[in-house]
C-alpha cells in the first residue's frame, strides 16, 4: 500500500502497490478532451482505475454534498437513462461527508462498474471516478477501500500562535 499525498496537501489517499499512473496514451484515449482529471492511476492488469479532481472554481460546503452528488447523478442518467446500479448515496466519514452512487459504462474490455463520488475539500468540490469490470466483485470492495481512505490532512497554521501578549 502507498499513501499518496494530492493537491498540495490537501488530500491523502492509500492505494494499492499495484496502481501506478495512467500512462499517456491511455490516458488520451479514455480522457480525450483537455479538461481531464488531474491525477489518474489504474492497475492495468485488473482493468481497474480512480481518477481525483479538485474543482476550485466549483464551491462545496458539507452540507451540500447531497444536494450535489443528487445533481450529478441526475446529469448523468439524463444522457444514460439506463445505466443507475446504485442510487445516490452518503458516507460520514469522522466529519466529512462523502456522496456516491454507481452506474455502467461500456468499454473495449466490457461493461464497467464505475463509482462517482464528491467531497469537500477546503470548501471546494473533489470529484472522484473509479472503476472495474462489472463482474469484478472484489474491485468494488478495493475500490471502495480507496474512498474511505480519502482524508483532509490536519493543516498547521504558517504563523507561530502566542497564548500570552505581554
Not at 491511455?26 to 492497475?43: A, G, H, S, V
Not at 476550485?56 to 443507475?84: H, R
Request: a negative charge.
Amino acid at each position: 500500500m502507498n499513501q499518496i499525498i494530492l493537491f498540495n496537501n490537501l488530500l491523502s489517499l492509500t492505494l494499492p502497490s499495484s496502481f501506478e499512473s495512467m500512462n499517456w496514451e491511455k490516458l488520451e484515449l479514455m480522457f480525450p478532451n483537455e479538461d481531464r482529471p488531474q491525477f489518474i492511476y489504474e492497475e492495468i492488469e485488473a482493468n481497474r482505475f480512480c481518477t481525483f479532481s479538485l474543482l476550485k472554481d466549483q464551491k462545496l460546503s458539507n452540507f451540500q454534498v447531497e444536494q450535489g452528488i443528487q445533481s450529478i447523478s441526475n446529469s448523468i442518467m439524463s444522457l444514460y437513462p439506463t445505466c443507475l446500479i446504485e442510487a445516490p448515496q452518503l458516507l460520514e466519514k469522522e466529519e466529512k461527508i462523502f456522496g456516491y452512487f454507481t452506474f455502467k459504462t461500456h468499454s473495449k474490455e466490457g461493461i464497467l462498474r464505475n463509482i462517482m463520488y464528491i467531497l469537500s475539500v477546503e470548501g471546494c468540490m473533489m470529484l472522484g471516478t473509479m472503476g472495474c469490470l462489472l463482474e469484478d466483485e472484489d474491485g468494488v470492495r478495493q475500490l471502495m477501500q480507496i474512498m474511505n481512505s480519502l482524508e483532509i490532512p490536519e493543516r498547521t497554521p504558517s504563523y507561530r500562535r502566542i497564548s500570552n501578549c505581554s
